[in-house]
């Protein structure tokens, strides 16, 4: 079975940086098929929210709070998407998750990380 683990969180200081992987695993999925590749977030008392999306081919997008100062990417040999953060701010603490779409309709999921934004 497709399994996405996610590893890279922890406490971080105010505009400092942090990067986040989510690695692939399976026998009968690759994250190099035609879907979507997305990172998403939820912090404390809110809803989930998308922070980054990533189609197999296109333009990408990114939440109006983050864009600027966070990249995703994604090196299909190794079947890892990475969320580079970047000038992080307390709004941002919240636990992250991986999602991969592929085919359209069918996800999967992280584990989820969270990350802690304080001085």
């Known amino acids: 079975q497709v399994q996405l683990v996610e590893s890279g969180g922890g406490l971080v200081q105010p505009g400092g940086s942090l990067r986040l992987s989510c690695a692939a695993s399976?026998?009968?999925?690759?994250?190099?098929?035609?879907?979507?590749y997305r990172w998403y977030r939820q912090g404390p008392g809110k809803q989930r929210e998308v922070v980054a999306a990533?189609?197999?081919?296109?333009?990408?997008y990114y939440a109006d709070s983050v864009k600027g100062r966070f990249t995703i990417s994604r090196d299909n040999a190794k079947n890892t998407v990475f969320l580079q953060m970047n000038s992080v701010k307390p709004e941002d603490t919240a636990v992250y998750y991986c999602?991969?779409?592929?085919?359209?309709?069918?996800?999967?999921w992280g584990q989820g990380t969270p990350i802690t934004v304080s001085s």
């Open positions: 990533m189609p197999r081919s296109g333009t990408i």
């Open positions: 999602n991969i779409e592929s085919p359209p309709g069918t996800n999967y």
């Open positions: 399976g026998s009968i999925f690759s994250i190099t098929a035609l879907g979507w």
